[in-house]
């Protein structure tokens, strides 16, 4: 049972996991940790099963997704009837009075829907991944010098599962630069598999580019792929300004994650949300929200 703090209730929620019982199995028995290992974390697994919700057939699923999981669609650009597939309502787009954004330049905003962890000072060879399990920035990026940039600085961690908006945004006015991928595997990023798997960011498939934002420095965005997430599509322009909550780009099927890396004395991240992640929980956020402001 995995709790999320609700910012808004002041209580925590338990989490509604898509393939509970298959995660748990997959991570944490000795059969389903060798079946991860030599086909789920595969490419073609994730190929394959991407491949089916780009076809018409997959619409089928659709619907109990919706009544399994609660969805609104009335958020919802698209009615359900006139999604072309799986992957076309996976990705939705929701109406812009879904998502308000305050356009103030000293506030930060969540990138996206999911749940949040934030980290302050971090130690480059040890950015915490999850409670007990740390990775280096170095490593993630494959990049030493701009990995030196955000040395005590500042690292979110926004978590989508497959329920979730998964569209992602910026969360400053700027100029965004070219993406970098660096390929890699396609382990699940839930929290029993992180807790399971050491490094898993740094093992996954990753893409990131540097958003040099108008208020908040350079910001490091680092997107992650995930089981069933064969794809990552970056729907932005490189070096065309970009305003705060413009669309950067969105995931295919399955949960996923973005981190952002703030370098020192840029951003104070709000204190509720720190104190959740000093006790090992995650906020619920949703795009837009504010979730911090300039230093």
Known sequence: MIKIYNRISKKYDTEQVAGLKYINWSYSTPLGKNFTELFVKKKLF???????????LSKKKIKPFID???????ICEKSINDFK?????????????ARPIDNSPNILIS??????SAFNNIDLEKVVQIKGFT????????????????????CLILRLCPIDYHRFHFVDSGICGETHKITGQYYSVNPIALNNIPELFCKNKREW???????????????????????IIQTYTPGKHVKKGDEKGYFKFGGSTT?????????IIDDDIIEQTKLGYETRVLMGETIGKKF
Do not use: H, W
Request: with cysteine; charged share 30%; hydrophobic share 35%.
């Open 85 to 97: 597939n799986f992957n076309d309502f996976f990705a939705r787009k929701l109406i812009p009075s």
């Open 68 to 74: 399994e999981f609660n969805i609104d669609m009335s």
């Open 135 to 154: 990775y280096s920035l170095k490593e993630l990026l494959s990049n030493e010098d701009i990995a030196k940039k955000y040395e005590n600085g500042v």
């Open 46 to 56: 994730s190929k394959a099963y991407g491949s089916y919700c780009d076809k018409s």
């Open 259 to 267: 981190i952002l890396f703030f370098e020192k004395d840029k951003v």
């Open 209 to 231: 580019s540097i958003l040099k934002s108008d208020n908040f420095g350079d910001i490091a965005i680092v997107e992650v792929g995930a089981t069933c997430v064969g794809t």
């Open 111 to 116: 990138p996206g829907d999911g749940r949040l």
